[in-house]
């Protein structure tokens, strides 16, 4: 079965940049420009695991991480934050917030597929 997965940054070229690496190797992808928007999606959709971004408006990626770790349906929904936030108080925050894997940019697309892999 394709697995789904669900890409979340207010950023278009980068939600069409990381939609582009997971597709080529056959992911299915949904996109979200906000956490608001994401939890919309993860209602209506079944989604294998979720790359987002930590700063964006309305809904950031922690708090997103947050939720989807709170809820009762979603909380073993394996999250990875892509973000520019390199300071290990960041990356503390993240992982504090439920996020299993925090990458800093940039990052290659060899490396944020071994990372899909692993937790998928």
Excluded: F, W
């Excluded at 299915?28 to 959709?45: D, Q």
């Excluded at 925090?102 to 071994?114: C, R």
């Amino acid at each position: 079965m394709e697995k789904k997965i669900l890409v979340v940054d207010d950023c278009d070229t980068t939600r069409k940049l990381l939609s582009y690496i997971m597709k080529e190797r056959g992911y299915k992808i949904i996109t979200a420009s906000n956490g608001i928007e994401a939890l919309e999606v993860l209602a209506a959709n079944h989604i294998d695991l979720v790359v987002t971004d930590m700063n964006m408006p309305q809904m950031d990626g922690l708090e997103l991480s947050r939720n989807i770790k709170e809820s009762g349906a979603y909380s073993k929904l394996p999250v990875i934050m892509v973000t520019t936030e390199t300071a290990e108080a960041d990356r503390k925050m993240g992982m504090e917030a439920g996020v299993s894997t925090y990458l800093t940019k940039p990052i290659t697309p060899q490396e944020l597929l071994y990372e899909i892999e692993k937790l998928l």
